[in-house]
């Protein structure tokens, strides 16, 4: 049961990177700017995603941004995944540098 459940949200952490980077893209954000995806990493109870990401210029003014945009990142996010409950996400600066 301990390996379905991790590779559950293995998969589900993999559609949120995919999706999130989709949408950031989509969007060409003059505010949020050139960012990538690196990672996304959900807690066990899945009621969180904390979504990793770098910025390629102005990191302070494109993170703000992409906090103010959470919200309709969410909505967009849900459209398109479906899941019984829709974890909150919490977006953080990748200081470690991974692009996985």
Known sequence: MHDHTDRRNRRIETL???????ILSARKDPDI???TVTRVEI??????IFCYVRFL????RG??????????IKTEIARSISLRFMPDI???????????
């Open 43 to 48: 807690k066990k109870d899945r009621r969180k």
């Open 90 to 100: 919490e977006f953080r600066i990748d200081e470690e540098g991974y692009l996985n």
């Open 57 to 60: 210029s102005n990191e302070e």
């Open 33 to 35: 700017g050139f960012v």
């Open 63 to 72: 993170f703000s941004a992409l906090k103010e945009a959470k919200g309709s």
């Open 16 to 22: 949120f990177k995919e999706e999130i980077a989709r």
